[in-house]
């Protein structure tokens, strides 16, 4: 397993001097989070592609900007702009197979009156079939107060889809809404492909690692245990630390310790 640091992490770093101040530390693996829309344009791609081939760092994965606009774009009931956004997440689909990376990471829909559960799935599996078309996998992630955000929801979801869903399963979202990372771990399974990591304690839920009481060694030995084989990202807010040396000397003692 590889242990890596998401470009998120650095915000509101400009997304390419991120990637590259990461690459720069001798990360060997990274996850891009795009900002703004003009950075799905392909000179800007080109760009991540070469910070990408010159210091031969690995992107597991990318996660779109679209995260505030998915509950209107994708999850009502209007189809000319779920259209549109598929049309987005095609293109998303496109970016990551050439920075070779596998999956595509989604925050999802909000709870809302024009859309219930099974609505919301079959929408996930349209979207999952567009990333997949140009060879990458979606990845419905847990975040507090989204659709995905409670642990019933992501086993409804997994029994319903099948085959059709994967998860990214971020530790401090578990934590935010109120249920065990390992419980997700034991339910999901082989169906979790990626993971974002931070520490915590009794007063904050994100920090990075080894600041807190989250017991890293064995959360990662549990998620192998249940059939997970993927790697993993350091994926904390910029308030969580002080200089950036603080994120890659933590980063360092994890891939240590493990």
């Known amino acids: 397993?590889?242990?890596?640091?998401?470009?998120?992490?650095?915000?509101?770093?400009?997304?390419?001097?991120?990637?590259?101040?990461?690459?720069?530390?001798?990360?060997?693996?990274?996850?891009?989070?795009?900002?703004?829309?003009?950075?799905?344009?392909?000179?800007?791609?080109?760009?991540?592609?070469?910070?990408?081939?010159?210091?031969?760092?690995?992107?597991?994965?990318?996660?779109?900007?679209?995260?505030?606009?998915?509950?209107?774009?994708?999850?009502?009931?209007?189809?000319?702009?779920?259209?549109?956004?598929?049309?987005?997440?095609?293109?998303?689909?496109?970016?990551?197979?050439?920075?070779?990376?596998?999956?595509?990471?989604?925050?999802?829909?909000?709870?809302?009156?024009?859309?219930?559960?099974?609505?919301?799935?079959?929408?996930?599996?349209?979207?999952?079939?567009?990333?997949?078309?140009?060879?990458?996998?979606?990845?419905?992630?847990?975040?507090?107060?989204?659709?995905?955000?409670?642990?019933?929801?992501?086993a409804q979801m997994s029994d319903y889809l099948g085959d059709n869903v994967n998860f990214c399963l971020d530790v401090k979202q578990s934590i935010r809404g109120g249920y065990s990372p390992y419980d997700v771990l034991k339910i999901l399974g082989s169906k979790i492909k990626h993971l974002h990591l931070s520490d915590s304690n009794e007063k904050y839920d994100c920090m990075i690692p080894l600041s807190g009481n989250f017991d890293f060694k064995d959360f990662l030995t549990t998620a192998k245990e249940c059939g997970y084989t993927g790697d993993a990202v350091v994926e904390v807010y910029r308030n969580a630390y002080g200089e950036p040396e603080e994120l890659f000397t933590a980063h360092k003692k994890l891939i240590d310790i493990m």
């Open 1 to 154: 397993m590889k242990i890596g640091i998401s470009t998120s992490c650095l915000y509101p770093m400009y997304t390419e001097q991120a990637f590259k101040t990461i690459a720069e530390h001798a990360v060997e693996l990274t996850e891009i989070f795009f900002n703004a829309n003009c950075e799905l344009q392909s000179p800007f791609i080109k760009e991540l592609c070469d910070i990408k081939n010159q210091y031969e760092i690995t992107v597991s994965s990318i996660h779109p900007t679209m995260s505030l606009a998915e509950s209107f774009m994708l999850f009502s009931n209007y189809d000319r702009r779920f259209c549109e956004g598929l049309e987005i997440y095609k293109r998303y689909g496109c970016i990551a197979a050439e920075l070779g990376a596998k999956y595509v990471i989604m925050h999802g829909g909000k709870p809302n009156g024009t859309m219930d559960d099974y609505g919301y799935f079959d929408r996930f599996a349209k979207v999952a079939e567009a990333v997949k078309s140009n060879g990458a996998t979606l990845l419905q992630e847990n975040v507090a107060l989204f659709r995905a955000g409670n642990i019933d929801t992501l």
